[in-house]
């Protein structure tokens, strides 16, 4: 039972007749081989394959530097202890029978300035070299970076073969590569429920091996806040689900640690003023608002609360936080929230009355608070992300002299290009995580309880689920965003790059994996090496059989991500298409 | 960041001023200790919680009998050492400081008719009590299955108590239960994509927790055919994903038995003649249009191919079948499916068009299959169960006669109650698996390849997301589905039950609890208890916290159930619901 795919099958009609070459499947990749996100340049000229000898070994150069490096270390053996132990069978292997060429040894790493940071717009670029004939490979990158990145390339260049089992690698492969966008990241809530480290780590994981570089932690939110910070601990022994449910800032070390080992950004998020019910908790005179019922106008959802801006002892706590997370957290980018400004919360405070009765508006209101932290953060050197509100929010907004677009990034989320496009128009630089299509929570239904919508006998296709931001967004959707759309080349220089989004009121780690891949996987190579083929055409149909090898790989590695297709699919190419 | 709850917040004005009593939570149960599903009758007067004793037993009485009985021995030792082992803190403990009883050391559990087979019908009522002062719990039941429903209630009555780590029981509570509808079942199917044995009896282990009593193993289909069948072993030796990817008839017997020690039924689904191109690789003469590009109108979804009903081979292949089937699974209905049979796929037959030229009809065509296939299936003592479709298909269905309503039971799914009026008015059986309420894949998105329908920069906010029953059913939507609805008392009996069913297209063992759990638990509780209060009035306000419970025990037991909401709403009563 499986039921017409389309509500009509009317609209059907208009393939029908479109090809009847039943028996040619159109061509699902370009290489043999499947390296997800795509390398730029990757060629294969005489197919072979090397088994992977038992003693294979890394070489670094320079060694001395490299060996030494905190961060590549233990990249590199990761690297070579998944290899050595690595057991995916492709479900069609890249090759029927490739000739066996010499056993590859080793690899040679060489890395020209082993000493630059990770931060944004870092060199990734990488080259990798696995010749058909002497048995060493060669892997060659500007930073430490860039050659994490060409070691999960090698990783995915290597399978087991199904006829002897015999592990095998890519060999007469050059690979030259280097991102299309400098900030390609993961957001994760882990307020709205909790996530265990371990959960946090095998995310980060998954981020790397995608590619990726950022992942955009946000922390704290009306729900619960569960960062032990030193300065202000009540935070979260009032604030957290529970002891077993905190963040302590060893934990954060870890976290912090593990990613700069996988060339993984951690941007820390402290939503404030807004989504800050939670610290009421600990701090109840300076939240406005606070554990009031949200459907009475107070806020978006469940967990009211606001943090008082024209109260002195807020900036007293919020100051705590900023230098207690910016001194956590080594990456230059601080995101500091400021979306979604609940009007009604702030006026049933008896301060803020006065101030709107004196004239006062809560835009100026939002503007002091903005005033008396944005300098702050640039002064602890760190450049300032906020959310799109913050300068587009119809009812509380500041003036762009607030947030200076040298020391302030904005995060869009609304109005898909629109807003992305009004933001580079401004001057400002800009992540792009639409809703539209970023947004991987969204079409999971409502939520909320005591919801006498659902009780309705009738049908309810076609109907809004209840999700705010329905329908559920498919990898295909979050492949073919052009996160540039409508943008002059100037414009599209400020587009830093994109982050899909997973707000946690419906996930936990039961499902953290399926709901971030593989659809995280689709904008990884859209913004790592664009979703066109040269000719300029989307290359989404092609994707999908290499998308689906990919998520067999992450299976693998232990990323419970979630299924695309019936296998059946992958081994009849083009006749799960919706046109050949 | 979540944004508005509501695409639009005017909607959101409706409810604004039903209530400003923020600080007065609605009653979350009536009980201060949840059961899922709810009892019929749970009474708990003079609430005291007894430690388990660590030399805790399970008396039988009728000892000899059911000390012998196959299937309830492993369930008592099963629950027995779930019960010693348990380890569940409710995030909300039952009741804040209940007066400690005497340990529990026993249960005696008395069987009246311990013979009784696992059948349609069979009688699952029971009684339990806890005292609250001698340490003997006695559950009483007419049968063993209706004993196993009560075991299952006793380990939800247990808890780790977060004061003193102590296993306490709930004492001084009296259970007397029994389900409203004698059919409660699961569908899985195991074609569109693979799930080994230990996904299936993790499955049938989390129907049984929810006292539900029916898996349906929708066995094959067009994408793969994982069946080992004696009679006819190269359907599965050419028509399954590999040889890894096979149910044995030991993996049969191995699922059937562990189903019948938790007092659930297995009924296997071999649907026919549609959904059979998995058939051709073994048998391709018999089937029409075999692996043929399924958008020319072949097929609803990729994966064409019919049994072509006029060929006498044909019958060699279904006999074997039937009949291997009928041997492999005890239990009374057997599945013939029968559903979503394309015309374009038959008249792509020589045969079939010969037939059709000769005055034939397609629903003539059906009916010979039907006709040699229905009289094997009632004379091996099975009841047949088939979808709708075949009576009533607009384009392909048979005449009533072809399908007696003392041989045949139908599986509705298509237009909620308008349906299952239909069927029963037709004095037929029915089970309820509406898709608008009851289908758990829905709302996933469209999961076919090369679907430019995502190639576009707009917003997707209200579209269909391109799921055929878009959108995502909730759990409060299944929840509050009356299977019954508008009909009569007569009628309302022919109503056996439902099932949830959960088709594999974007689902297979890595996702599989989380698209299953907490929503079938939501059906389970409305048909053993209903989904209406005392006072008729719907209970899926007061059901929310409840279900949140058991969702957590269900984690616990190794089940990954998604979260509902976040942890926040279960100790903040009332706050997450959208009306207080």
Chains 1, 2 share one sequence.
Request: aromatic share 8%; with cysteine.
């Amino acid at each position: 039972m499986v039921h017409s795919y389309y509500p009509s099958f009317s609209l059907l009609l208009l393939f029908l007749f479109l090809s009847h070459s039943q028996s040619l499947p159109i061509p699902t990749t370009s290489h043999p081989i499947n390296v997800w996100p795509k390398p730029v340049n990757l060629s294969w000229p005489s197919p072979m394959a090397a088994p992977l000898s038992p003693s294979f070994q890394i070489l670094l150069s320079p060694a001395p530097l490299l060996r030494l490096h905190p961060h590549l270390r233990p990249a590199v053996s990761r690297c070579s202890r998944r290899l050595l132990s690595l057991r995916h069978r492709p479900i069609v292997a890249p090759s029927a029978d490739l000739p066996l060429s010499p056993p590859l040894r080793s690899l040679l790493l060489s890395v020209a300035d082993p000493s630059a940071p990770l931060r944004h717009g870092v060199d990734e670029s990488y080259s990798l070299r696995i010749p058909s004939s002497a048995g060493t490979a060669h892997l060659d990158s500007r930073t430490v970076w860039g050659a994490m990145r060409g070691l999960e390339t090698l990783l995915q260049l290597s399978w087991v073969r199904d006829r002897d089992a015999v592990l095998v690698v890519a060999a007469g492969v050059r690979v030259s590569d280097a991102p299309l966008f400098p900030h390609r990241g993961v957001l994760l809530d882990t307020s709205r429920n909790y996530y265990p480290v371990r959960d946090l780590l095998r995310t980060v994981d998954a981020v790397a091996a995608n590619k990726l570089n950022v992942f955009h932690w946000h922390l704290t939110d009306a729900q619960s806040f569960p960062l032990e910070l030193p300065s202000a601990p009540e935070l979260a022994e009032r604030g957290s689900y529970g002891p077993g449910m905190r963040y302590t800032p060893s934990d954060v070390a870890a976290v912090v640690d593990y990613a700069m080992s996988h060339g993984v950004r951690v941007v820390p998020e402290i939503d404030t003023p807004g989504h800050t019910g939670s610290w009421s908790e600990a701090y109840p005179d300076i939240i406005t608002c606070a554990n009031m019922f949200w459907a009475d106008g107070l806020a978006a959802e469940p967990g009211t609360g606001q943090l008082n801006p024209l109260k002195p002892q807020t900036y007293h706590v919020v100051d705590s936080v900023i230098r207690d997370v910016v001194s956590l957290f080594p990456e230059n980018f601080y995101h500091a929230g400021a979306d979604e400004i609940n009007p009604n919360c702030w006026k049933t405070d008896p301060t803020i009355q006065d101030f709107l009765a004196e004239g006062g508006t809560l835009s100026q209101a939002l503007e002091t608070f903005v005033n008396k932290t944005h300098p702050l953060i640039v002064s602890l050197n760190r450049t300032a992300v906020y959310w799109e509100d913050v300068l587009l929010s119809p009812s509380v907004r500041v003036a762009p002299s607030a947030v200076p677009t040298e020391t302030t990034i904005l995060q869009t989320w609304n109005n898909g290009p629109n807003n992305t496009r009004l933001l580079v128009r401004a001057g400002y630089r800009v992540i792009v995580s639409s809703a539209d299509f970023y947004y991987l929570d969204c079409g999971h239904g409502g939520w909320v309880g005591n919801d006498s919508r659902y009780d309705r006998p009738g049908s309810d296709t076609g109907t809004d689920g209840g999700s705010w931001c329905d329908p559920f967004k498919t990898w295909q959707r979050v492949y073919d965003y052009d996160i540039t759309y409508g943008l002059g080349d100037e414009e599209a220089r400020l587009v830093l790059g994109g982050e899909v989004a997973l707000w946690s009121e419906q996930s936990d780690p039961t499902v953290l994996d399926a709901r971030l891949w593989p659809r995280a996987s689709a904008m990884a190579e859209a913004l790592w090496s664009g979703n066109r083929d040269g000719s300029g055409r989307k290359r989404y149909a092609e994707a999908t059989d290499r998308l689906m090898d990919w998520r067999e790989r992450m299976v693998g590695r232990g990323i419970n991500a979630e299924p695309m297709q019936p296998r059946w699919c992958r081994t009849h190419p083009g006749m799960c298409n919706l046109v050949q």
